[in-house]
């Protein structure tokens, strides 16, 4: 059964990462790392096809091998384990923006410092859009994961109901980007947050999300099926 029990867990307490709560986590944490390595090597090398099938053939391998493994789908499942890290770990890790075991998410990192959110994240070719710049479809991703966890800022937490994004200018990739955001205020179940991306200190978006604590519980959310 879900627990929504609030966790100790704190990754936001400082810009420094959190360290894995278990060495099958950091193991899991390298494999992304070498996963976003070769994503990036695949979007920028004109191998040989020969080299191409070959590396096919041996990664579905090793696919294989990792599949023959216990399976989790969701997080959800894995927190029911309650043997793989309480939601708010399994959260860090795996999510889809900042998760660090997650090799789809470029990694963004987090922090609060009182009232205001701040954070950090790269994006490498495999995130292009226009030529040299973060697809647009990204950076409000990156938008929308911030903004939700700057709601911890003013102690709320609830689901997107709406994102605002203003690109400014194009944000280049492999570049340290750094964000900046806060509660704007607090409406009952609603709460809006405002955000900035930032390039060489330069914002290149700006973003207002509506997060709304749903009415059902997170129990109702997952038993409903
Ligand atoms: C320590 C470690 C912790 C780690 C853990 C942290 C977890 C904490 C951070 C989570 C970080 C997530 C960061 C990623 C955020 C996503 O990506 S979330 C995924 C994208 N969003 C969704 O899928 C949401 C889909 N929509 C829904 O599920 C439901 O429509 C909602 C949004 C939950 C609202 O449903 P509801 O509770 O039934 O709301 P309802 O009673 O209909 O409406 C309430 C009010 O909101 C208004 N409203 C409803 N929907 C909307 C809307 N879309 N736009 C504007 N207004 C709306 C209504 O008009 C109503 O207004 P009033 O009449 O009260 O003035």
């Not at 979007?43 to 020969?50: D, G, I, K, L, M």
């Not at 806060?182 to 509506?210: F, Y």
Request: with cysteine; aromatic share 8%; charged share 20%.
């Amino acid at each position: 059964m879900p627990d929504d029990s609030p966790s100790t867990f704190n990754p936001f307490a400082s810009a420094e990462i959190t360290p894995p709560v278990s060495s099958h986590w950091a193991a899991k944490r390298e494999l992304a790392q070498a996963l976003r390595e070769l994503s990036n090597t695949l979007v920028t090398s004109a191998p040989s096809e020969e080299l191409l099938k070959q590396a096919s053939a041996t990664i579905s391998e090793l696919n294989k091998a990792l599949a023959n493994s216990p399976r989790y789908y969701g997080s959800q499942e894995f927190a029911n384990t309650q043997e793989h890290g309480s939601r708010g770990e399994l959260n860090y890790e795996l999510n889809a923006i900042g998760g660090l075991s997650n090799p789809l998410s470029p990694g963004l990192n987090m922090w609060l410092e009182g009232k205001l959110a701040f954070g950090k994240v790269k994006c490498g070719y495999a995130y292009e859009g226009p030529p040299g710049f973060v697809h647009g479809g990204y950076v409000a991703a990156i938008l929308d994961q911030f903004l939700g966890m700057a709601q911890i800022a003013g102690g709320q937490s609830g689901m997107t109901g709406t994102l605002h994004v203003r690109y400014l200018r194009p944000t280049p990739l492999n570049t340290d980007l750094d964000l900046r955001g806060s509660v704007d205020r607090v409406d009952g179940r609603k709460t809006v947050v405002t955000a900035e991306l930032l390039a060489n200190g330069e914002v290149t978006a700006r973003s207002e999300g509506l997060f709304i604590r749903p009415s059902n519980t997170l129990k109702e959310m997952f038993e409903k099926d």
